[in-house]
C-alpha cells in the first residue's frame, strides 16, 4: 500500500481525476435538477480539472508543493461556473497547506483536504447543506480520523472516499429540492469522482477509456542531454535549413568552414535547399556563414550543457519543442495590460452578436463572449479586464453561475481595481449601465448601480434539456419553459401559450417598460408576433423588441 506521494504521481492524480469527471460529465450532469440548458455542473468541473491536466502535461513536478501550486494556479485562471470555482478554492487551500513539501503522507492529505474546505467555506457568502461543501468537509473530517489510525496516503484517501460517499447520500435529506427529484447533490458527486481518479492513481488502476492523457514534452530525435559534460565538447546542438538561391551550389567551403568552428557535422542536400547538423561554440557565426550560399528558413539552438545539467538534477529539460508552447503563449495567452486612459471601465458578459452590440453601444470596453451553456473561464473575465484600458473596472456578469469566477478576479488583475456587480441576468447589466455615472465615485456607483438592477425582472423563455419534476411541474424534454426571476414560472408544450400567460402576469402588466430581446432560433416574423402578443396584453407598457441573438434561450425579457 503506498504510504506517500511525490510531485511526479500527484500530478499524475490530476490527470486521473480529470479523465474520470470528463468520462463521467454527462451523468452529473444529469443530477442537476433544474433542468435548463445551462452550463451543467459536470461539464464545468470538466473544463475546470481538465485546466489542471493540461497545466500538469507541460512540464515534470518533482515535488507536491509545486506541483499543488501548479494545479490551483491551473485551476483558478480555468475555473468555469459556481462549481467550478468552489473546486478550484478546495484546491487552493489544499496547495497552500503543502507548498513547502517533497513528499507527503496520509496526514499531510488530510491537514491539506481540510485547508481546501476551509478555503471553499470561506468564499461561500451562505454556506448550505447538501452540497459540495458538505461533502468535502465530511470526506476531511474522515481522512483526518483515518490519519490518526494509519499515516499511509492510500489507507487515508480510501477511508475518506468511503465517508465521502455516505455523506453524498445524505444530501438528498438534507436538500429539499434533492429530495424530491430523489438525486444526490452533482457538485459533491463531481468532487467524488475527482478524489477516486486520483486514488485510482495511486493504485495503478487505468483510466476511463478513450481519455487523452497530456504528457510533457520530450525532445526528438537524439538526446544529447544525456551526454555527461565531459562528453561535449561544443556548446551548442545548431541544426537548420537554407534553401538555395541559385542551382549547382558547391557546399564544400562551408563543410570545411563548418569543421573548423564545430564537429559532429552532417549536411543535407537537394535541388532545393540543403540541411544542417552540427555542435558549435559559435551558432550565430554558422548561420551568418550560410547566407553565402542561399536564404536562412528554419533554424534551432539547443544548449547541450544545461541540458546535461538539468538531467542529472532531475529537472525538466528544456528543448525546442517547448518553443511551441512558447510561441502559443506569446501569442495567444500572454495577457494585454492595457495603461489606464480613464478612471472607470466596463466589462460585460454576453451571448449572441445583437446583445454585444446593445452592451458596446452602452459604452461597455469589451464584451465576454458566454452565459448559458457556456459559462467563461476566471481567465476569460481576467483577460478582458486587463485590456481595458480603465483604473477601476466594473464586471457584470449577467449570470449567476458566473459571479463567483468573476469575483476571483479581484485578487489576480493586474494594477486595477475589480469591482463586480452581481447581475443574474442580461437585461439587469443593461439597466446598471444607464445609472453609471462617470463623475461619481466607486462607491456611489456600485449602490446606483445595484439599486437600477433589483429594479429589472427578467422572463428567459427557454425549453427543457431533460425531463424532471420540479416546482409541481412534470417537465419533459423538449418542453417549453419559462423563468421569472430565476424561478419556474411555468411549462408548456406550446410556446405561444406559454407566452400568453406570460405576458398576463402581473410582473409585466404593470410595467411601464418592456424590452424583448429574441435568441439566434427565433425568426424575426415569429418575433414580431411576440411583440403584438404584449403590445396587446400590455396596453400600459412602452415595449422595445430587439433582436439578442442570443443561444438557448428563445426570449429575454424584461420589465422595469
Not at 406559454?498 to 402581473?506: G, I
Not at 424575426?524 to 423588441?545: G, N, Q, R, V, Y
Request: proline share 3%.
Amino acid at each position: 500500500m503506498i504510504t506517500t506521494i511525490d510531485g511526479a504521481l500527484f500530478a499524475r492524480m490530476i490527470v486521473h481525476g480529470s479523465a474520470c469527471i470528463n468520462a463521467r460529465k454527462q451523468e452529473i450532469n444529469e443530477l442537476n435538477v433544474f433542468p435548463v440548458p445551462d452550463g451543467d455542473t459536470g461539464t464545468n468541473m470538466s473544463m475546470t480539472m481538465g485546466a489542471a491536466a493540461e497545466e500538469m502535461g507541460k512540464k515534470a513536478h518533482s515535488a507536491v508543493g509545486v506541483a499543488a501550486n501548479a494545479t490551483a494556479n491551473a485551476l483558478l485562471r480555468g475555473a468555469r461556473g459556481n462549481s467550478g470555482v468552489i473546486l478550484s478554492l478546495l484546491f487552493r487551500g489544499f496547495a497552500k497547506a503543502v507548498k513547502e513539501k517533497e513528499t507527503i503522507d496520509g496526514r499531510d492529505f488530510a491537514i491539506a483536504l481540510d485547508f481546501g474546505v476551509a478555503a471553499a467555506y470561506k468564499a461561500v457568502m451562505k454556506p448550505a447543506e447538501g452540497t459540495i461543501l458538505t461533502v468535502s468537509r465530511m470526506t476531511a473530517a474522515a481522512a483526518a480520523a483515518a490519519a490518526r489510525e494509519d499515516s499511509g496516503v492510500e489507507y487515508v484517501l480510501e477511508k475518506a472516499l468511503q465517508e465521502g460517499l455516505v455523506a453524498l447520500e445524505h444530501t438528498t435529506e438534507q436538500n429539499p429540492v434533492l429530495k424530491k427529484a430523489g438525486v444526490v447533490d452533482s457538485g459533491g458527486k463531481g468532487f467524488l469522482v475527482i478524489l477516486q481518479g486520483m486514488l485510482d492513481e495511486i493504485q495503478e488502476k487505468p483510466m476511463p477509456e478513450g481519455a487523452v492523457v497530456p504528457t510533457a514534452k520530450k525532445k526528438s530525435g537524439a538526446d544529447f542531454a544525456t551526454l555527461g559534460d565531459e562528453d561535449i565538447t561544443f556548446t551548442y546542438d545548431t541544426v537548420f535549413i537554407v534553401r538555395k538561391e541559385k542551382e549547382n551550389v558547391n557546399l564544400e567551403p562551408f563543410r570545411a568552414y563548418l569543421n573548423s568552428i564545430g564537429d559532429s557535422l552532417v549536411i543535407g542536400e537537394s535541388d532545393e535547399e540543403f540541411k544542417v547538423h552540427v555542435h558549435t561554440d559559435t551558432p550565430g557565426a554558422a548561420l551568418t556563414e550560410s547566407a553565402k550560399y542561399g536564404i536562412l528558413e528554419l533554424a534551432k539552438i539547443e544548449n547541450m550543457r544545461t541540458q546535461a545539467e538539468d538531467l542529472a538534477a532531475g529537472k525538466h529539460v528544456q528543448s525546442t519543442d517547448d518553443l511551441d508552447e512558447v510561441e502559443e503563449q506569446l501569442e495567444n495567452s500572454q495577457p494585454v495590460i492595457a495603461a489606464p486612459e480613464k478612471r472607470y471601465g466596463m466589462v460585460a458578459v454576453a451571448a449572441g452578436q445583437g446583445l454585444a452590440a446593445v452592451f458596446k453601444d452602452l459604452g461597455v470596453d469589451g464584451v465576454i463572449s458566454g452565459g448559458q451553456t457556456m459559462n467563461p473561464s476566471t481567465e476569460d473575465i481576467l483577460r478582458q479586464i486587463n485590456a481595458t484600458p480603465a483604473e477601476v473596472v466594473f464586471v457584470l456578469p449577467n449570470n449567476k453561475n458566473i459571479i463567483m469566477a468573476a469575483e476571483q478576479c479581484k485578487g489576480l488583475a493586474e494594477g486595477k481595481e475589480v469591482v463586480v456587480i452581481p447581475s443574474k441576468t442580461v437585461p439587469q447589466g443593461i439597466a446598471t449601465l444607464l445609472v453609471m455615472d462617470p463623475d461619481a465615485d466607486v462607491e456611489t456607483n456600485m449602490a446606483a448601480m445595484t439599486e437600477a438592477m433589483s429594479g429589472v425582472s427578467t422572463a428567459e423563455v427557454t425549453y427543457a434539456a431533460r425531463d424532471s419534476d420540479f416546482g409541481g411541474f412534470a417537465i419533459k424534454h423538449g418542453d417549453h419553459m419559462a423563468l421569472l426571476n430565476g424561478q419556474l414560472f411555468d411549462t408548456q408544450k406550446n410556446q405561444e401559450k406559454l407566452l400568453k400567460k406570460l405576458a398576463k402576469e402581473d410582473t409585466f402588466q404593470n410595467a411601464e417598460f418592456i424590452n424583448i430581446y429574441y435568441g439566434e432560433d427565433v425568426k424575426e416574423s415569429d418575433a414580431e408576433k411576440t411583440l403584438k402578443l404584449f403590445t396587446a396584453a400590455c396596453p400600459k407598457a412602452e415595449i422595445t423588441m430587439l433582436a439578442g441573438g442570443q443561444p438557448v434561450y428563445y426570449y429575454m425579457i424584461s420589465a422595469e
